[in-house]
């Protein structure tokens, strides 16, 4: 099993002189003397015992360093260059790697690719107030990023869930839970034949798998392939599995976690009060989730229970000999079933095809439900063409939900969510025609998130910044404070403007500049020359090689003003924002609920789509095992082969 923690990392061949300098006994954070460390890095080593088998990624200014054995595995595995870092006096240089702040995601990315979990530690102040406190910048925990727990827009693939699963197994049964915290989905499922559990997990293609084990190396992940003694022989090798303590999946304590987590006093709504392991496995899940997003709430929608033998079940080897999701000889999308019919114009109803794909139902009504409505939409071009449309301008809301509900949207995921929310009614109005079931389900949209819709809309600017410190994200006259604190801004900066001319026209300095650094503040500059003919009210606070700057005691009094009030103001318009989330957080459900009706209609829409331009007829569904298929094309080819050149 590879991880973090293996002391016998070798140095990597991009490793720098300095790295090759560094004694052996120093590439291990546990065979130092702690005691001898400066204190950056007893910190660092301090945080790294609580998080031994995640590397551990620690803000340094405008990098995120690693050290010891992290610094040569971050190194091996993204080939970055090695180098080292003075660690103390009586311990000399230890390695180090470190990547700059503004390519972070793109580097833990690659990491989670690899099957590691990242732990990243923030400077929570500036460093300046630290600085001038003569102490160390604070720093903590700020994220804890595993490959199934991933919320940020860039780690994830818009057309594909990322699961998470939890799995207990006692004998020939089995319990199955699974989530994406990217959408709130929340699954459980309880069965018996341990096959059937591993057809599952491939159906699923979890990105995670939590397994209780009574393991030493708890917390410890099998990166794709690899193998442990404590790993269920049943369980497929391709996923990363994590290895927990048995206690959260006890039954008592997951059961416990349930009920307090979704505030009911009865499982049986969810439909597994009886599912013993099913529920084990759901609140075992939970807890991982409660440890990995301390400073993230996580908006699971309400647990729902499955049963397998509602729908058809296709083995992995059969999944892949159709080529449904993916081909045969080299493992593409472009050239598989799923790429020949799906047609989606929104990333969820992307997501949705994919599941139905991989989990058709057996339930006829269910079959003839869709087939009702591919059939109208079929019928009707120009409700189809408006649907597709309208359809083409509605963003993730699946996700942009989850990200609102955990704290982690930003203004122009806000500014998406509302343009999306304001579509809903001119969805509901084309539905308001239609007969099919899944056009009916859309005629109804709640009116309380086409007031939410408008309430962003109105609160938030049409391009918010990137950055929710940074100020400009709300409209003028929505808060009266936040209206007078920037008219006195404007004021104060007018105040500066003014000043260069008005000392001129006072001091008869035609080349007197007014300017502004990071380390002085606001200052009057004259040219050498000239510096004999300033008033007496200037202070002097620098020289250079050609001119004198100065400040005086108005002038420092506005820089005060102006500083103090951007960052008063900045926090206001945060708080404000940070109040509309919530607001969004509150009507998760609620969206999600439209959410997936948009997605189903997405999916019906393009399938209709396709059945129009291929020529395809609605199949006439019966009970029982028995199909006939006249004149049949194949899908696939037909549209792999240039027009006219297949042949039925």
């Known amino acids: 099993m590879t991880n973090p923690e293996s002391p016998g990392t070798k140095l990597t061949s991009r490793a720098t002189a300095a790295a090759k300098r560094v004694a052996p006994e120093n590439a291990d954070y546990r065979t130092v003397d702690q005691k001898k460390l400066t204190p950056m890095m007893q910190h660092f080593v301090k945080i790294k015992e609580q998080y031994p088998h995640a590397l551990l990624l620690y803000r340094v200014g405008d990098f995120y360093e690693t050290f010891f054995q992290d610094a040569r595995k971050l190194a091996e595995e993204l080939e970055l260059v090695e180098t080292s870092k003075e660690a103390g006096k009586g311990i000399g240089r230890v390695p180090m790697t470190g990547v700059p702040q503004h390519v972070l995601e793109r580097y833990c990315t690659l990491l989670v690719e690899k099957g590691y979990a990242v732990v990243i530690c923030d400077q929570v102040e500036d460093a300046a107030t630290a600085a001038k406190e003569g102490r160390q910048v604070r720093r903590e925990i700020t994220e804890i990023i595993t490959p199934g727990t991933l919320l940020n827009e860039g780690m994830l693939n818009a057309r594909r869930n990322n699961f998470l699963a939890g799995v207990v197994i006692a004998r020939n049964y089995w319990g199955l839970a699974y989530s994406d915290i990217s959408t709130g989905e929340f699954f459980t499922t309880q069965a018996e034949d341990l096959e059937v559990l591993s057809q599952e997990l491939m159906r699923l293609q979890p990105s995670e798998v939590l397994i209780p084990t009574n393991a030493p190396d708890l917390g410890s992940m099998l990166r794709p392939g690899e193998t442990s003694e404590h790993l269920p022989k049943c369980l497929p090798p391709s996923f990363c599995y994590t290895f927990r303590p048995q206690s959260p999946f006890s039954q008592a304590e997951a059961r416990q976690r349930l009920l307090e987590r979704f505030k009911v006093r009865s499982l049986e709504g969810m439909g597994c009060e009886h599912l013993t392991l099913g529920v084990r496995a759901a609140g075992g899940l939970l807890e991982y989730l409660e440890e990995t997003q301390k400073q993230t709430h996580v908006a699971l929608q309400t647990l729902r229970t499955y049963t397998i033998a509602d729908f058809l079940i296709l083995d992995h080897q059969s999944r892949r000999n159709l080529e449904i999701t993916a081909t045969v000889r080299d493992n593409t999308f472009h050239g598989s079933l799923l790429w020949a019919l799906d047609r989606t114009s929104t990333s969820m109803g992307g997501r949705a095809l994919r599941r139905w794909f991989l989990q058709p139902l057996l339930d006829l009504k269910g079959i003839q439900a869709r087939h009702d409505t591919i059939q109208e939409l079929s019928e009707n071009t120009q409700l189809r063409e408006d649907l597709r449309q309208l359809l083409r301008s509605i963003y993730d809301l699946e996700r942009l939900t989850g990200r609102a509900s955990s704290g982690k949207a930003n203004g122009r995921d806000l500014v998406a969510l509302a343009d999306s929310l304001l579509k809903l009614p001119d969805l509901a109005e084309l539905a308001a025609d239609g007969n099919s079931p899944y056009l009916r389900a859309l005629q109804q949209v709640p009116p309380n998130l086409e007031q939410l ?196």
């Not at 100020?471 to 104060?492: C, F, H, K, V």
């Not at 620098?542 to 506005?558: A, S, V």
């Not at 569904?621 to 240039?642: A, W």
């Open 453 to 648: 819709g408008q309430k962003i809309q109105a609160h938030l600017v049409e391009s918010p910044p990137l950055h929710l410190t940074e100020g400009n994200l709300i409209r003028p006259g929505i808060n009266y404070q936040l209206d007078e604190m920037r008219s006195n801004a404007e004021a104060n900066q007018q105040w500066i403007a003014n000043l260069e001319v008005t000392e001129r026209q006072r001091t008869e300095i035609s080349n007197l500049k007014v300017g502004f650094n990071k380390t002085f503040g606001y200052y009057i500059s004259v040219s050498r020359s000239k510096a004999d003919q300033v008033p007496d009210n200037y202070i002097r606070k620098q020289t250079l090689t050609n001119e004198e700057r100065y400040i005086t005691p108005e002038l420092k009094e506005r820089e005060a003003q102006i500083l103090t009030a951007k960052e008063d103001l900045n926090q206001l318009e945060y708080e404000i924002f940070a109040g509309l989330r919530t607001e969004v957080g509150e009507e998760a459900d609620e969206i999600r609920k439209v959410s997936r009706a948009v997605a189903a209609i997405d999916i019906l829409c393009g399938l209709a789509e396709v059945a129009v331009y291929q020529g395809y007829c609605r199949p006439t569904m019966v009970e029982g095992r028995k199909i006939r298929i006249l004149e049949g094309r194949h899908p696939v080819v037909e549209q792999s082969l240039p027009a006219g050149f297949f042949v039925p």
